[in-house]
């Protein structure tokens, strides 16, 4: 059973650093994985994709890299922002019509 | 706009009722899922469904329903079986169809048993 894992659980870092979130798994016969946003009672709002045939995506201040072969994905926020604290999960699909399976998330805090 | 709806927002449950929480898009997905969120857990799957008229039970089903009868409605009951409800409710769509499978999300429900 694919099992996803986020470490770290939470991370408070002072205003204009750049950071790094990251994500393992399991199985690394994914699909795609998916970054997600969530603010304190919010829902989730997608940040990036990254099909299994792609290294990397870019938005902004914001780069997704996949390493499948080793499980692994990271989340790497430029200059960071107070306005970018929140609950970052990454989620795993092993098909186009499979579900997601979904890390517990990394809490940031950044503080001006 | 085009997007997800959940509503209530907040709903309060007595012990011993079926509660019925909706979602609704018009992103002209096919596919519709429903999570729950407990404080310092991931999202667990409940129900999803890939088309109309069909749908498949997730990690946790039990003590949950849902029916699927048109292509924008996919509303999820909660009833009296499942014994602790109290949680956020995540509705989720996608283009589906084996397709790249982006999900994209509704704001929530947080259903409190009082």
């Known amino acids: 059973k694919q099992e996803v894992t986020q470490i770290p659980a939470a991370l408070s870092v002072p205003e204009g650093e750049n950071l790094v979130l990251n994500c393992s798994f399991t199985?690394?016969?994914?699909?795609?994985l998916q970054w997600f946003r969530q603010d304190p009672g919010k829902g989730l709002t997608s940040l990036l994709l990254?099909?299994?045939?792609?290294r990397e995506q870019t938005s902004g201040r914001l780069n997704a890299s996949l390493d499948k072969s080793s499980g692994r994905s990271t989340l790497y926020i430029a200059a960071s922002q107070p306005g970018d604290s929140a609950t970052y999960l990454c989620?795993?699909?092993?098909?186009?019509?499979?579900?997601?399976?979904f890390g517990k998330g990394t809490m940031l805090l950044v503080s001006p | 706009d085009g997007g997800i709806t959940q509503s209530p927002k907040y709903l309060f449950r007595k012990e011993g009722q079926n509660v019925t929480l909706s979602c609704e898009q018009n992103?002209?997905?096919?596919?519709m899922y429903w999570y729950r969120q407990d404080p310092g857990q991931g999202l667990r799957l409940i129900y999803y469904?890939?088309?109309?008229?069909?749908?498949q039970k997730g990690d946790i089903a039990e003590g949950y329903s849902v029916s699927r009868e048109k292509k924008e409605s996919f509303p999820l009951t909660v009833t009296s079986a499942q014994k602790n409800p109290t949680a956020f409710y995540l509705c989720?769509?996608?283009?589906?169809?084996?397709?790249?499978?982006?999900?994209?999300f509704g704001p929530g429900t947080r259903l409190t048993v009082l």
């Open positions: 989720a769509s996608s283009i589906g169809g084996g397709a790249i499978n982006e999900q994209f």
């Open positions: 199985d690394s016969a994914i699909y795609n």
């Open positions: 990254i099909q299994s045939s792609q």
């Open positions: 989620a795993v699909s092993l098909s186009g019509y499979s579900t997601l399976t």
């Open positions: 992103l002209n997905h096919d596919a």
């Open positions: 469904s890939q088309i109309v008229n069909d749908f």
